[in-house]
């Protein structure tokens, strides 16, 4: 199983450090992490970040205060599909959509795969589609993006336990070795996707954290761009530091078995891209 680290986005905030950390710049560089997983039966993308309607029609599909905050940056060339084919694959060979939620950054490439089955958990889709009530809701998901899918498939949370997680496995027509590990918080269906390779456990928490020093074991640290982000974004408060807490404590206890990164840290998506397809 071979898997492939793409930035399938950029936002540059105004702020620059005092979201990423490290830009000198007045821009800030946050990426849209999405893993494409080549498997024995097909293409699997781990979300989409910005597809090509996004790109060419940013309004009136996004929110245009969200478009402000993040300062998006719309390219055609980080569009899911179009790095898909320069990878030498055929877009209709992804067979499945595995989305971590429906935010507007990681579901817009959806209906570039029409022929792809997506699956989210069941509490996200609800959300999306029934409860997009206050000024953060009906901004963040973006109906658009997603009404032209036809082959869903949502999971409630439970299942086996993995490394003391909640997960979702035998999700419909994928290996076992693809599981939905549920991390609310931060929407209220949100979730972490686990992948087994021969190295081990490669965990994508999604938005479950959005700063690589949130999961150092000694003291956490966010930036405060990235911090207030985070505030506006939650629907559980309680929930996404619970959450942050027990991925620190899987990091801290089986750092060797189980890799973890999230959606928005440039640092963490260029270190994940120097892996080998091969070995991950």
């Not at 699956?119 to 409860?131: G, I, M, N, S, Y």
């Not at 809701?137 to 336990?161: C, F, I, L, M, N």
């Amino acid at each position: 199983m071979k898997i492939h680290y793409l930035r399938c986005g950029t936002d540059c905030p105004f702020g620059g450090p005092l979201f990423d950390g490290f830009s000198k710049s007045v821009f800030g560089l946050i990426p849209c992490a999405v893993q494409l997983i080549e498997t024995s039966d097909g293409l699997v993308l781990v979300d989409t970040g910005y597809g090509s309607e996004d790109v060419r029609h940013p309004h009136p599909r996004l929110s245009k205060f969200l478009r402000g905050l993040l300062n998006i940056r719309f390219r055609a060339e980080e569009t899911a599909i179009h790095q898909i084919r320069q990878l030498g694959f055929d877009p209709k060979d992804v067979r499945h959509i595995v989305l971590t939620h429906l935010d507007f950054d990681h579901a817009g490439g959806l209906e570039d795969f029409p022929q792809a089955r997506v699956h989210v958990l069941e509490a996200e889709r609800d959300a999306a589609e029934h409860k997009r009530r206050g000024f953060i809701s009906k901004r963040r998901y973006r109906p658009a993006q997603w009404e032209d899918v036809r082959d869903w498939r949502t999971y409630a949370r439970g299942g086996e336990r993995w490394f003391g997680f909640d997960r979702v496995s035998q999700l419909d027509g994928l290996s076992p070795e693809i599981l939905m590990v549920p991390l609310p918080g931060h929407t209220w269906g949100h979730a972490g996707v686990a992948v087994r390779t021969a190295d081990g456990w490669v965990l994508n928490a999604g938005d479950a954290y959005f700063y690589r020093r949130e999961l150092d074991t000694d003291r956490r640290r966010c930036t405060p761009g990235l911090r207030f982000y985070q505030n506006l974004m939650e629907v559980d408060r309680v929930a996404r530091f619970q959450n942050q807490y027990r991925l620190r404590d899987l990091k801290r206890a089986h750092g060797g078995e189980v890799t973890i990164f999230c959606s928005h840290d440039q640092l963490e998506l260029e270190a994940m891209q120097r892996t080998p397809p091969i070995s991950r």
